[in-house]
């Protein structure tokens, strides 16, 4: 099995350096045969829990396994549209682009007249966070609002769809553009990469910021936050650390390695301990230019500022994090699915990640 390894290795690096054409490297592009052969390659229980068990244990390996999968699938992603080959190019390079003005006025009008019923029933419990729970009839029109008020010193106010069963009102308008489908799918490379939930969110100055330095798995997965207000440094703007969608042997990937033992099913979000990295999240404080210091390592960072239309592609595997609000803003985040995607979601979802701590062989 070792020789069988090394000179796979040989292979993948000798690609990796001569070939920007994937046809130039015998390997398959299907997920339905990636299933089969994984299957084939890992038919037990046994060499499942094997797998785990050293991607657990070893930290190189962890980094070499998630990295092949992230270098074949830069290299499969192609596009015709000049503009969705320049949002892939600066997600590989950065994790995070924006373009400008990618929703008009109109298109908004459907999301921006619900959010306005939201407000003026709401009035001033708007501000508290917490979740938006909203009741529909049999003929859809709205019979109740009320904020749970679960997150009073967060300020966030969160609509989602999981919650609703359906996307909010004006929601599946913006997640059907050809744009955001393009650049998903082709950031996936797959077809099934499409917009698959939403969360409608108001931001209001509280105390606290409503959420700290997380990842959101290390799974592949795109977001698309569209700004339904202009969004500057004293509105909250969501802070990203450049770069930190890849595995480099830093700080960042030496916490994805932890998150990954951690396992997500026992704890409640893969977040950074608070005494682990230095921000200020100060709403008169916060700048574009001091880096991120996590644990003494400076890492470079980008703040998701802009005017409403615009849209922001994250990749949610990269260390990002909320700040404070000295005015509201509202956005609405579009996010694709983690199953049946990259061959890095599929490999480990076949074995068995996230599992519980109980159920990790050693």
Known sequence: MNDGTDQLDLAWEKWLATSNDVENFKVINSVNVFKERLRELIPTVTDKDLIYATLYNDYDMFLKILNMFDDYRYKCMKSNNGTTESCIANMRLDG??????????????????????????????????????????????????????????????????????CHPPGVEKLAKNLLVDEVCKTWLNSDKGGIWRSTLSWLSPAPATHIGWHIDSIYDVIKVMILLTDVELINGPMYFIKGSHRLNDNAVSRYKHRIFKWSPTESP?????????????????????????????????????????????????????GNRALSMRKTVILSTPTKDTTFKNIFLEYIGYPRKLSDIPT
């Open 96 to 165: 995070m682009h924006k373009i400008e003005n990618l929703y008009t006025e109109s298109e908004l009008t459907d999301l921006t007249n619900f959010c306005d019923v939201v407000e003026n029933h709401l009035g001033h419990n708007i501000s508290p966070g917490g979740k938006l729970h909203v009741t529909v009839n049999a003929s859809g029109q709205i019979t109740s609002l009320h904020n749970n008020k679960s997150m009073p010193n967060h300020g966030e106010l969160r609509c989602q769809s999981k919650s609703l069963g």
């Open 269 to 321: 979000a893969p977040r950074l301990p608070e005494n682990a990295i230095i921000n200020d999240p100060d709403p008169a404080t916060i700048d574009d230019v001091t880096p991120v210091k996590l644990n003494n390592e400076e890492l470079p960072k980008l703040v998701a500022t802009g005017k409403r239309g615009d849209a922001i592609f994250f990749e949610t595997s990269a260390f990002h994090s």
